[in-house]
C-alpha cells in the first residue's frame, strides 16, 4: 500500500524559506526515484526536483540554486529545503516516487508566498 505524507508548508514573505518533508511507504523509497512536484491554482501539476536512490539530484530550471532536494533513506523521508522563495512558487506541493508508481497522491502541503 502506497502513502505519502507531505508537510512543512506555510505562509512565507518572498526571500523567505521553508522546509518541506514527506514520509513515504518503504515500498516505493527503497525502489524508486523520489521527487517534488507542485501544483499552482489554475495549473496542471509540475515536476520540481528528483533525488536517485544514489543522491543524484536534477531541478526545474526556474528553482535551480534555490532548493535542494535530500533523502533519508532509514527515515524513508524525502526533503525539500526551499530557499529565496518568490511568489510564483506558490503551490501545493507534493512528493511522489519517478516515474510514477501509483495513482496515489498525498494530500500535500501548501505553500503560500506573499508579503
Known amino acids: 500500500q502506497v502513502r505519502l505524507v507531505e508537510s512543512g508548508g506555510g505562509l512565507v514573505q518572498p526571500g523567505g524559506s521553508l522546509r518541506l518533508s514527506c514520509v513515504a511507504s518503504?515500498?516505493?523509497?527503497?525502489?524508486?526515484?523520489m521527487g517534488w512536484y507542485r501544483q499552482a491554482p489554475g495549473r496542471q501539476r509540475e515536476w520540481v526536483a528528483t533525488?536517485?536512490?544514489?543522491?543524484?539530484?536534477n531541478y526545474l530550471d526556474s528553482v535551480k540554486g534555490r532548493f535542494t532536494i535530500s533523502r533519508d533513506n532509514a527515515k524513508n523521508t524525502v526533503y525539500l529545503q526551499m530557499n529565496t522563495l518568490k511568489p510564483e512558487d506558490t503551490a501545493v506541493y507534493y512528493c511522489?516516487?519517478?516515474?510514477?508508481?501509483?495513482?496515489?497522491w498525498g494530500q500535500g502541503t501548501q505553500v503560500t508566498v506573499s508579503s
Open positions: 518503504r515500498s516505493i523509497f527503497s525502489v524508486y526515484a
Open positions: 533525488i536517485t536512490s544514489g543522491g543524484s539530484t
Open positions: 511522489n516516487s519517478i516515474p510514477l508508481s501509483s495513482p496515489v
